[in-house]
């Protein structure tokens, strides 16, 4: 089966950077999709971004303009850089990944145990 474990996150200050981690195990061939979420406390599950097999990538409002993912297929590994944080991207990210790529998360097969990120 599909495994995705995250990594990168911790405490950071804002305007400062985090890049995350989301390394893929297992029978990634059919999975033309992954993405990433966050989720506030006490708060609904947000799009952070998606990146499709053709490398095109797509950003949720909230963050576009200071992250970018990208994937390196030799290392089956998905990365979310960070930039210009801010208080409000503190949250749990998690790494998703799926056959298509939408901002619901139901259409996700896959998903990571989360990597916290707490910005002050």
């Known amino acids: 089966d599909v495994q995705l474990v995250e990594s990168g996150g911790g405490s950071e200050q804002a305007e400062g950077s985090l890049r995350l981690s989301c390394a893929a195990s297992?029978?990634?061939?059919?999975?033309?999709?992954m993405a990433w979420f966050r989720q506030a406390s006490g708060k609904e599950r947000e799009e952070v971004a998606y990146w499709y097999t053709d490398n095109s990538t797509r950003y949720g409002g909230s963050v576009k303009g200071r992250v970018t993912t990208y994937r390196d297929d030799a290392k089956k590994t998905l990365y979310l850089q960070m930039n210009s944080l801010k208080p409000e991207d503190t949250a749990m990210y998690y790494c998703?990944?799926?056959?298509?790529?939408?901002?619901?998360?139901?259409?996700?097969?896959?998903w990571g145990q989360g990597t916290q990120v707490t910005v002050s």
């Open positions: 998703a990944a799926g056959t298509r790529c939408t901002w619901e998360p139901r259409w996700y097969n896959y």
């Open positions: 297992g029978p990634t061939r059919p999975l033309y999709c």
